[in-house]
T-cell receptor, first 113, second 113 residues
Framework: NAGVTQTPKFRILKIGQSMTLQCAQD?????MYWYRQDPGMGLKLIYY???????DKGEVPNGYNVSRSTTEDFPLRLELAAPSQTSVYFC????????????FGPGTRLTVL | AQSVTQLGSHVSVSEGALVLLRCNYS??????LFWYVQYPNQGLQLLLK??????LVKGINGFEAEFKKSETSFHLTKPSAHMSDAAEYFC???????????FGQGTRLTINP
């Protein structure tokens, strides 16, 4: 199993541009999550999904959109990129069990200039 | 709402010394608690988790943590630090229903030779 994969690894955007961060998992996990990590702030939840076709907002959803058309994929869309969206983005997935572990991807480092 | 506080954003110990990373949580329901480790330029990896079974939890790489309800703490320890333990460590709490993690701000562990 490849686990959780994310593309691209790095990206530089100009203010106002848009892009999609890709996340895929091959573990047949129902739950998927997007986090952003800023220095000294820990990880903040952007959006999550409990299954195909179902998504919900996390703590910091403004400026982002998600979709979940398949179990495997959970892309994160940035519209009109802003410098405040400069961050490292992590995708994670888990099974239904309450105590089950979230498995994280390697991250995408995004810079908005 | 649940929250996690990690005391000390940066901890430095000598190789072979005791490692103690502090985590206090706030939760209105019995919590599930997690410690994750992040090595440079990588995603997060689970070290250990408390799921209401044994209060002393053993994890990978010689780490362990003790759940103390009276102190609302879940401190991470390792008897003897190794250079390879240098990383950032995150404590997280999850309630039994939402299946979302709330992370602390992280503690960067430095090991001195």
């Amino acid at each position: 199993n490849a686990g959780v994969t994310q593309t691209p690894k790095f990206r530089i955007l100009k203010i106002g541009q848009s892009m999609t961060l890709q996340c895929a998992q091959d573990m047949n996990h129902n739950y998927m999550y997007w986090y952003r990590q800023d220095p000294g702030m820990g990880l903040k939840l952007i959006y999550y999904s409990v299954g195909a076709g179902i998504t919900d907002k996390g703590e910091v959803p403004n400026g982002y959109n998600v979709s979940r058309s398949t179990t495997e994929d959970f892309p994160l869309r940035l519209e009109l990129a802003a410098p405040s969206q400069t961050s490292v983005y992590f995708c994670a997935s888990k099974t239904r069990g309450f105590t089950d572990t979230q498995y994280f991807g390697p991250g995408t480092r995004l810079t908005v200039l | 709402a649940q929250s996690v506080t990690q005391l000390g954003s940066h901890v430095s110990v000598s190789e072979g010394a005791l490692v103690l990373l502090r985590c206090n949580y706030s939760s209105s329901v019995p919590p599930y608690l997690f410690w994750y480790v992040q090595y440079p330029n990588q995603g997060l990896q689970l070290l250990l988790k408390y799921t209401s079974a044994a209060t002393l939890v053993k994890g990978i790489n010689g780490f362990e943590a003790e759940f103390k309800k009276s102190e609302t703490s879940f401190h991470l320890t390792k008897p003897s630090a190794h250079m390879s333990d240098a990383a950032e460590y995150f404590c997280a709490v999850s309630d039994q229903g939402a299946q979302k993690l709330v992370f602390g701000q992280g503690t960067r562990l430095t090991i001195n030779p």
